[in-house]
T-cell receptor, first 114, second 113 residues
């Protein structure tokens, strides 16, 4: 069974540009989560999508947005990039909305903002 | 509100020694607790989880953790460290109705030869 996949592996942008990160969940999983892992800041919850709807978002500005497609894959968009947006962005999926279910993580997209 | 505190951002042990990574949580309802491991340049992998039932949970790679409600703790242990255990370890908590997982700040485990 294929795991969570993310693309691209690395992304280099300059300040003010937009970045688009993609995630494909494990087959059968309907929930997708996005996390930011910046140096020294640990894992910060960004967004949670389930059945095409945004269910929850973390404490991030509106320039962080995303969507979930009918096939449950997801996109994270970061507009007006700032230097501090440089981080590893992790996507995770889980089979349903329920606490106690583990989240399965992808390998991440490393975003570098110059 | 839920929160997780991992004591010690960096732990170093000798190969063959006991590994103990500390985690304390805060939750207003019975929690679900997780330990994840992250190897360099990789995503997170679940080591073990506690939902209900037996408070001593065994995970992969010889790790185990014990849920202690009275101490609000979920410490991770391994009797004998191996060089391949060097990684970042994250403790996490979630609630049934919340689904969102809150992660601790992580503990980097180093193994000395």
């Amino acid at each position: 069974e294929a795991g969570v996949t993310q693309s691209p592996t690395h992304l280099i942008k300059t300040r003010g540009q937009q970045a688009t990160l993609r995630c494909s969940p494990i087959s059968g999983h309907t929930s997708v989560y996005w996390y930011q892992q910046a140096l020294g800041l640990g894992l910060q919850f960004l967004l949670w999508y389930d059945e095409g709807e945004e269910r929850n978002r973390g404490n991030f500005p509106p320039r962080f947005s995303g969507r979930q497609f009918p096939n449950y894959s997801s996109e994270l968009n970061v507009n007006a990039l700032e230097l501090e947006d440089s981080a590893l962005y992790l996507c995770a999926s889980s089979p349903e909305i329920a606490g106690g279910d583990e989240q399965f993580f992808g390998p991440g997209t490393r975003l570098t903002v110059l | 509100a839920q929160s997780v505190t991992q004591l010690g951002s960096h732990v170093s042990v000798s190969e063959g020694a006991l590994v103990l990574l500390r985690c304390n949580y805060s939750s207003s309802v019975p929690p679900y607790l997780f330990w994840y491991v992250q190897y360099p340049n990789q995503g997170l992998q679940l080591l073990l989880k506690y939902t209900t039932g037996a408070t001593l949970v065994k995970g992969i790679n010889g790790f185990e953790a014990e849920f202690k409600k009275s101490e609000t703790s979920f410490h991770l242990t391994k009797p004998s460290a191996h060089m391949s255990d060097a990684a970042e370890y994250f403790c996490a908590v979630s609630e049934w109705s919340a689904s969102k997982i809150i992660f601790g700040s992580g503990t980097r485990l180093s193994i000395r030869p």
